[in-house]
């Protein structure tokens, strides 16, 4: 397994576009015998997926990591850790073996994933899948090295934008557009409502339902997000 995360270290370095690291990805995973890859970015309001699995099943998986309902993810979440999963594991929950039935119908019964931390104490995580009921690693996995290799992967896909496989949808309705604008000119709550003639409460309000639909913890992340996705 640790020629795996030499391998991750390779494209980190070597990777200049788009297509170079879904390529690389893809190769990996070949090498190592794994059926496909996936690469999982979850932050407040922002879930994105690279991966060259099926779409129908990375459709299905957006719906289990937004319910929290992935137990792969959970764990990764909880450990921060290199792992090897399966869906043959002892003691699984109801809902757990929902998750690997639906899997299973996509050739996913086991994997390997590699969490890192990120940034707002979220994490990204890079999991190569198997039809195998069980994986079988001939040899260790060194956790500080495969983190290294996902942190530098990590940076690259920032630096180069990579485009998502999958993107939560993102809207603002036109009256939070509005105000969302207004406010990453620099103005307050109390101006915005002076500017559109409306009352306070009326754009708090609107503030407060538009973070509340993307799990955000304030107007600042509510900017942030609407200047990524382009819609201010």
Known sequence: MNQLVAGLL??????????????????????????GYAYTKLL?????????????????????????????????????????????????????????????KFEIRSGITIPIAIS??????????????????????????????????HARIEQLKVAPSIQEPFYLTPKEGTYTRWLSLGKTVEDTADIEHVKYNTVRIALAEARRRYDLCNNTQLVALAIRRGLV
Do not use: Y
Not at 12 to 35: M, N, P, Q, Y
Not at 69 to 94: D, I, K, M, Y
């Open 10 to 35: 390779e494209i980190g370095a070597i990777a200049h576009d788009d297509a170079t690291v879904k390529a690389a990805l893809e190769g990996l995973a070949d090498r190592f015998e794994f059926s």
């Open 44 to 104: 407040p309001g922002e879930f994105c997926v690279i991966s060259n699995l099926h779409p129908d099943w990375l459709k299905r998986k957006r719906k289990f990591d937004l319910d929290r309902r992935n137990p792969v993810l959970r764990r990764a979440q909880q450990s921060r850790r290199a792992f090897v999963w399966s869906s043959q594991e002892e003691n699984l929950s109801e809902e757990d073996q929902s998750f690997f039935g639906c899997a299973a």
């Open 120 to 153: 707002n104490g979220a994490i990204s995580a890079l999991s190569f899948v198997s039809p195998k009921p069980v994986l079988t690693a001939q040899e260790e996995i060194d956790p500080i090295a495969a983190s290294s290799a996902v942190g530098q992967l």
